[in-house]
């Protein structure tokens, strides 16, 4: 079997012509490269990745808003979420978010990333009643009023994580917001999702879809090790493949590493090792070549600048300021340290928005306070102002 995967590897990486995405069948064979064949697969990665993003690599300066942690669904990897009465619950202030995000303004922060559990008010008659106390009836409502008032009080750009959302709702938030996202995670239903009714994989694609008919820049990606094999990885990358091909809105995809913690239910579930890792980013690569392709460092530490070589181009966002909320146990790095080992692969490291420079112009034509937010954060070449 295991000279039947290397023959199986040898030919896919032979039919790869630089710059042309890979086939399923291909990526089916890469994907399962084995640790002897791995640097022939990531240098494949990488000069795709030098041939469209040369040695630019990216990341946000990012304040984390944590808006509600309150959540209908119950995901069997997730540290996040709370019911009500439950230590750590709550749902943040319009106060406690622009405290958050004038002190990341003043850190040079540009982006004000808000994640929330899922439509909690529909089970929760205490997330009801808070809504209520704030004047809103809903918590996309309240969603929308604070992405506003960031754009209305501070420099930062919002870019809310809201779970899915209707038409109607990608809309709205579009106007506050210059981009949003949505992990896919999967294409395939996975026993961690059991109790999660927003996890259903066609859900989520259709809301990708829907925010690809209204051009909206959006971020989407994989999180790998939940229980998917690896075939299935390949699944959810050609499905947001496919999408982005026929809208173009998809501006980066995530590949992220479950991480197993003593308080969840999945806390004896088997970690993606880190070749793992390096495997997924460099087929997420060579499927989509002139794709942004992130992987987060904290949950990688110490080696997370190999994914350098596996061909991403981006870190995503890092906080000088607040800490990973879904991670809380796994810190960022420091962004000298971060800069230090960008560069010492032979790389740039710039600040940008949380929308990607390709995206910018479109915006720029619209009218109204998120335009001039936009403009006013941009530099010369589409990236944050005081990194253009």
């Not at 119950?74 to 995000?101: I, K, N």
């Not at 008032?149 to 709702?169: D, K, M």
């Not at 239910?265 to 495997?279: A, C, G, T, V, Y």
């Amino acid at each position: 079997m295991a000279s039947s995967i290397l023959n199986l590897t040898t030919e896919a990486l032979a039919g790869v012509r630089l710059g042309d995405p890979v086939s399923k069948e291909a990526a089916y064979s890469l994907i399962r490269t084995g640790d002897e064949q791995l640097p022939e697969l990531l240098a494949a990665a990488l000069a795709t990745k030098r041939k469209f993003k040369s040695n630019l690599i990216t990341y946000s300066r990012k304040v984390f808003i944590p808006l509600t942690n309150l959540c209908r669904d119950y995901c069997g990897y997730c540290t996040f979420r709370r019911d009500p009465g439950q230590p750590g619950a709550h749902t943040m202030t319009p106060d406690e978010v622009l405290g958050v995000v004038r002190a990341g303004e003043k850190l040079g922060c540009t982006e004000a990333l808000f994640s929330l559990g899922d439509k909690p008010e529909l089970i929760f008659p205490e997330m009801r009643e808070t809504l209520r106390r704030f004047g809103y009836n809903s918590t996309l409502k309240y969603l929308e009023a604070m992405c506003e008032l960031v754009l209305r009080e501070t420099s930062l750009l919002p870019h809310p994580n809201a779970g899915l959302l209707s038409a109607e709702w990608i809309a709205r938030l579009a106007h506050v917001s210059p981009s949003m996202g949505l992990m896919l995670e999967s294409t395939k239903h996975l026993a961690c999702h059991d109790d999660a009714p927003d996890k259903v994989p066609s859900k989520r694609l259709h809301t990708i879809e829907e925010a690809g008919k209204q051009n909206v820049p959006f971020t989407t990606g994989l999180l790998i090790g939940i229980g998917e094999s690896v075939e299935e990885r390949v699944d959810s990358l050609i499905a947001i493949r496919d999408i982005n091909e026929r809208y173009g809105h998809i501006q980066e995809v995530i590949i992220q590493n479950f991480r197993a913690k003593p308080e969840i239910p999945m806390r004896d579930h088997p970690e993606p090792s880190h070749n793992d890792m390096l495997r997924t980013i460099a087929v997420a690569r060579l499927l989509m070549p002139e794709m942004n392709i992130q992987a987060p460092p904290n949950l990688s530490l110490p080696n997370y600048d190999d994914f350098l070589d596996a061909g991403i181009n981006d870190w995503g966002g890092i906080s000088p300021l607040t800490p990973d909320f879904i991670n809380p146990e796994k810190p960022w790095p420091h962004l000298d340290q971060l800069q230090c080992r960008t560069e010492a692969k032979g790389n740039i490291l710039r600040q940008r928005l949380p929308v990607y420079p390709e995206f910018i112009p479109a915006l720029a034509e619209r009218e109204g306070l998120l335009a001039e937010k936009l403009a006013s954060a941009t530099g010369s070449t589409g990236l944050a102002g005081r990194d253009a």
